[in-house]
Each structure stands twice: as C-alpha cells, then as structure tokens.
C-alpha cells in the first residue's frame, strides 16, 4: 500500500490540485500509512488539531473564525517538506464555531505542494455520484461534498 500511495503522490505532482486524502473506516490504518509515508519520505506528519488549536486559543473567541484560514496557511507553510505536505487531525477545521470549509481550506494547499491528509469521514455513493462526508446529517459539523479537486486513496479495514 505504502507503495500505491508513493507512485499516487508523484503522479499528482503535475496536476493543478494535488490532493490526496487518505479515506477508510476508523482504525484502519490510516495514519499510520500516513507515518509510513512520511518516514519514506524523509518528512513530518502535521498535527494540524495541534498546530492551529493552539495559535487559535491565543485569540479572541470573535477573531478565531477570520483568522483559521490565515493560520493553516502559515502552519502549511511552515510544516511543508519542499512540495510536500503531509495532514492529519484535521477535525477542528469542522468545527462550527468557526464556519470554515475544510475541503476548501485543504485544496488551497494542494495549489501549492502536494498534499496528502486524513480524511476522518466517509467515502459515500449518493445519487449524484461519490461524496466526501463528515458527521451525520443534522449535525452541527456535518459537510457533504463531491470529489472534485480530489484525489481518493481507499484503505480498507
């Protein structure tokens, strides 16, 4: 697998949006086929949870949602390994208090580098093609999006 996602990420390397995220059930493996990955590479795995929840807890509550995009794209540029960049954690970026579109947010970094996170939601089949969920429906951090921009890598249980 770990080779799979090697040959994916230097595929990606001519594309406009080179993003990549790792997408399976929880326990999986994921992250640490992202660590794997990482250590192949001669690279860190951002804790992006970490990273931003501590420079956000530094502003005020009512500065925090104007100032996320910013500081991602600080800490990316900050954690980035020449044109790589590798993510997990990334559930604060869901959270509601701070109105952000995580995927947005994801595949500006891949205009940049290549980027390859853990997606901690599901790969779903709906009527208007694949989607990207996290949350349940009626939650107040569930998103719903289509695969545009996106490049899928599926790990099974």
């Given amino acids: 697998m770990l080779s799979r996602l090697k040959q994916l ?7 406009h ?7 399976g059930p929880p ?14 590479a001669s690279s860190l795995v951002m804790n992006l949870g970490l990273e931003l929840g501590r420079r956000l807890a530094k502003l005020p509550s009512m500065q925090r949602r104007l100032q996320a995009g910013n500081l991602l794209r600080e ?25 952000l579109n995580p995927l947005e947010l994801l595949k500006r970094q891949a ?3 290549r980027v390859v996170a ?9 009527g208007n093609g694949p989607r990207l969920t996290y949350a349940e429906t ?4 569930h998103r719903d999006y289509a695969l545009d921009g996106v490049v899928p890598f599926h790990i099974q249980a």
């Fill in 9 to 15: 990420v230097d595929e990606v390397a001519p594309l």
């Fill in 17 to 23: 949006s080179k993003l990549i995220l790792l997408i």
């Fill in 27 to 40: 326990g999986c493996g994921k992250t640490a086929l992202l660590s794997g990955f990482a250590e192949q």
């Fill in 75 to 99: 800490i990316g540029d900050e954690h980035a390994h020449g044109d790589l960049l590798l993510i997990d954690n990334i559930e604060l970026l869901f959270d509601a208090s701070l109105a």
């Fill in 111 to 113: 205009h940049a580098r």
């Fill in 118 to 126: 853990v997606w901690p939601g599901e790969h779903r089949q709906g």
């Fill in 138 to 141: 009626g939650h107040p951090e």
